[in-house]
């Protein structure tokens, strides 16, 4: 599943001719293709928190404008309803976007892909700020502009980061306001039938998945900090601290994740976590709460609330040249708990690094899910085969479908994504959601994409196939073999040690190019291992420059596409494993890197136009395939599933130009 | 001719893995292969700094440290005699290195290419910083470990590029210490027989080379200053003044520039710029001093040394909103001059960005300027094939013969570079630069790698030949054919309008790799139309994501290689222009480019093993031959050249394979 920028309106300046231009046409009319909103009446709710937004109850001064982000305190790019307050005070609830309201204007900022959507979900008390538009403020311009001089604007320091709180703080402050902290969210103040925030049970996962104990991991990290010279490391981020402690959770749908935070120090381990999650006896076995244990080891459980408070204290704490380390990305509230002088901040932390790069028991874990996870979409393909033409499947049916095999699954735990289930004209929209408003029927005319993927107990998968259940026209062939031949450029490649993942981005977009054609999104990202589908920090695409130079053991997608508005939408993902590559020489010995598809699910050479390809890549195809009915087939065979092992045969067969 | 990255130990950590090795494992010992360099006795010089650092006469407070950068007051890539201060206090000569006296120690820090050529010129009292090794602390971290506290570190403002200052500044107020700007230039105040500063004759460029008049500069620089909602603009770098004025000088060599300042209001244009240049009536009648004008095209000329004193004056007559448009390049002199309020300062000056996209005349003049030297190099060429095998003609030999043959043609003003006319061995020293020392005899046995390139009135080039006299090994020819695809996949690539040029650079080296091969510099910089041979804000690297997007007319190299350290050295370079691109396609409107090369220079077949191209490879040096026959072939046979045209009709002989 394909990943966007975080365009938030201080960045909006630092898009690229060719993404503003993309985000300008991303929000076409069929995005919202016969979906009837109608908009949030949000006259009260304004009304309310303009109040509290005065009230000495909840700020020491008013404030005259109170801005409410998207995320949630750990920076989460999927959050719980509990922290969907910008949808709450707005009706808006796409996945970007940044509500400002002052006295006498509201406003949202959101990009090219939301237009519609937010057009539709608000009423007239919103303006709605077209990020990626030549003439939208930024956020900062904007409050410029409104702001009677010497403003305050609040916002609340957990939801904000804080690379972003010092961007805007700076420019508020040059044009004399004051972006100041407000303990209390004020959404929360007048969001009476706010849901609880999730607090579901652990999950706890062994050696045989991990492959690293929590202690060892624990170990590691105290060998990182001790190099950089820190005695603290806070952890933020929701993943960081299950991948620590080899924990999962269920409180954000897709992420198997819980609200968590930890910071360890070289002697201590503190663990921020509410609910009666650590009376359960299989979590205290596993995070050995009860043993005598190194003092080192020993894991003082605290409120998931005293995470500030306590921070405050280690910050008060600390002699001259000690330091703490934290993420740029850690919320303003607990980056500013350490004075300025003990911090040590950096984009990435030693654990998004570590969990980036896969031990062997996580790559056969993730080898084992993907092996599960195509033979639900070997049965799901060959199920689609027949009914289809019937004409009594809709997209929402398929999804639905696709979940029921994937959850016959061992160890099948959830879904990794919301499924992009899209026929037609839908399948242009390349964050397409099925919902009943938009929900088409396949057929044997269109083309369907399924981009889908699920959180098992031994991995994280995320496949997308487009098919053809009738007969492809001539371009629709062209048009899938060029995305082909960049999918293969991609996972084919050999490169240096070290590259960095947007160096390959242009080798998936090669042959689109040369027949004028392109699409606007990255190429890859990393994935998670049970973990978050979309994880830092390395990843292919052409709109970042700060990713970590790839190593053997990442797992990213590869998933190149083409949209025609309107009409039908392409895209062929495989998850990869880099792997060190064999080379003819080994120049400086640096070694070289190659990718292996983790992902075998048949791609349907119905769709391809083999004079269009190279020897080269109809080899790779039928090689490909050929894995495909190896593995694949050999566990079909396994659980008696007959009809699908005869499907997958039939689509492995070798493309006809091949030797 | 490759561009190198600027980097000064400020930059350093941000040195990715793979350049950092790349710049550890340059410096080997073939650099300076039999090169007999005696350190400069640098005691007696060190002693006067450490007095002047403390006079009264120089400075307010004693400074504890002085800084000697490399660079002009300009930032220039190529600086005067009078502006290599770091090589006069240190002895150390090369391009790139930053030198900090303290009252106790003297340090130089420089990169891999230099560290062999540093020890060898600086004496015992400098300690040599090898960047990009890791233990190397920068030059911050290692003031502060040996500064006293509270120490004030000196620069020249004049030298420090505002950018620069900040990051040091910064870091040294974070540990206690100032940073101050000292006015008096230190090392002027000790250099005795320091060169004057260069004051040379101008060249005037009418239309028929520029296309656009000065005047119509001004207004298209005064559109975007509307545009920015800015009053002033200053121009700081040389080749910028240059262009804006349709002017040339030679106060610097190979860079056809002149000492000079700009500021540019809405309705005055100011020229800072010394000696008697103004008082040739062809200059004045260029720039139309004498003439009744409208006011705001009425040059005022000032001292070049008033450019501060002006600027203040600029800065203090400001009022609220009033903004000065600067390079962040431009010196922390100038821009401190601005008080902060009042700058708009950007990565890239409007005029960077007009200069970089040439029109029809300076395209015209690109290949009027290409097809004379593609003349002087077949003859070159012939004649080295003639005489290599006598055994008789040396790096230094060939290069003084090219620049012979290049003096003959009509316009030839200079070298746009030191050549780099290297055989064997020296061909692996990218930078090399043949000197008596190292100068090596041309045998029917080695490589010979010649990058060189001249500025002739109507255009400047650049063009890297490879060539063997003998006959190449399949090794040397395999590599060389590697090299050779990398130059035709981006020569050839087709692009969607506005994608930046980093973007490209891995084409480049993906035949390489697929051998476990590669090249440790960018692929390509932009280059001047008669103006310097490397100019922003362009270029084919994976070193850079500031890049500005590539638009037609734009003209960049695309000198991809190989190099085996002690044995040989392969570049293959053209100058290529930015051209639409006709594709089956156009995908949003976008349009396309690709490049189409200026440079027609035959490419040698003998060193191509053709079973390593595709067919389409093996058209493309075909029709490029062809076009080189063509084109250079009438150019030869008008200009009498019979014998260099019959060697170019052999060398453009079509390759075997092709059909």
Known sequence: ???????????????????????????????????????????????????????????????QAYIVPSGDA??????????????????????????????????????????????????????????GLKDTPTQEDWLVSVLPEGSKVGVDPFIIPADQWKRMSKALRSAGHDL??????????????????????????????????????????????AERKVLWFVVTALDEVAWLFNLRGSDVEYNPVFFAYAVIGMNTIRLFIDGDRMMDPAVREHLQLDSTLEPEFKIQVMPYGSILSELQAVGASLSPKEKVWLSDKASYA???????????VTPYTPICIAKAVKNASETEGMRRAHIKDAVALCELFNWLEKEVPKGTVTEIIAAD???????????FVELS?????????????????????????????????????????????????????GTPSAYEKE?????????????????????????????????????????????????????????????????????????????????????????????????????????????????????????????????????????KECNWVNDYHQKCREVIGAELERQGRHEALQWLIRETEPLARAQ
């Open 417 to 469: 994504f919301a499924t992009i289930s899209s026929t037609g004209p839908n399948g242009a929209i390349i964050h397409y959601k099925p919902v009943p408003e938009t929900n088409r029927t396949l057929s044997v005319n269109e083309i369907y994409l399924l981009d889908s993927g699920a959180q098992y107990k031994d991995g994280t998968t995320d496949v997308t196939r487009t098919m053809h259940f």
């Open 401 to 411: 479908k696709a979940e029921e095999f994937r959850s016959q699954q061992k160890d």
């Open 1 to 63: 599943m394909i990943t966007f920028v975080q365009t938030d309106a201080g960045n909006s300046k630092q898009i690229s001719r060719r993404e503003s231009r993309g985000i300008q046409t991303w929000g076409t009319a069929e995005a919202v293709a016969g979906r009837k909103m109608s908009p949030k009446i949000t006259t009260e709710l304004l009304k309310q928190l303009r109040q509290v937004m005065k009230s000495p109850k909840y700020v020491q001064e008013p404030v």
């Open 479 to 615: 048009c899938f073999t060029y995305v082909l031949k960049g999918h293969i450029a991609v996972s084919a490649a050999i490169f240096p040690n070290g590259t960095k993942g947007h160096l390959l981005d242009s080798f998936a977009r090669s042959a689109l190019w040369d027949c004028g054609l392109d699409y606007l999104h990255g190429t890859g990202h990393g994935v998670g291992s049970f973990l978050n589908v979309h994880e830092g920090p390395c990843g292919i695409s052409y709109k970042t420059f700060a990713d970590e130079p790839l190593e053997a053991g990442m797992i990213v997608s590869d998933e190149p596409g083409y949209y025609e508005d309107g009409s039908f939408g392409i895209r062929i993902e495989n998850v990869v494993l880099v792997i060190p590559a064999e080379t003819k020489y080994n120049f400086k010995n640096r070694g070289s890197l190659t990718f292996e598809p983790l992902t075998l699910v048949p791609i349907q050479t119905k769709m391809i136009d083999v004079n269009l390809l190279t020897q």
């Open 334 to 344: 607990l980056t500013e708990a350490i004075p300025k002088a003990y911090r040590y």
């Open 74 to 131: 750990h920076q989460s790019e999927y959050i719980a309803p509990c922290d969907c307050r910008r949808a709450f005070i707005s009706g808006f609830d796409g996945s970007a976007g940044t509500a400002i309201v002052t006295e006498q204007h509201a406003a949202m900022w959101t990009d090219g892909r939301y237009f519609l959507q937010a057009a539709h979900q608000m009423d007239n008390n919103w303006t709605l700020m077209k990020m």
């Open 180 to 225: 100041v902290p407000v303990k209390e969210n004020l959404i929360d103040t007048i969001w009476t039938d706010c849901p609880h925030r999730p607090c579901k049970p652990l999950i706890m996962l062994d050696l045989s998945y991990t492959g690293v104990s929590w202690r060892d991991k624990i170990v590691a990290l105290r060998s990182k900090m």
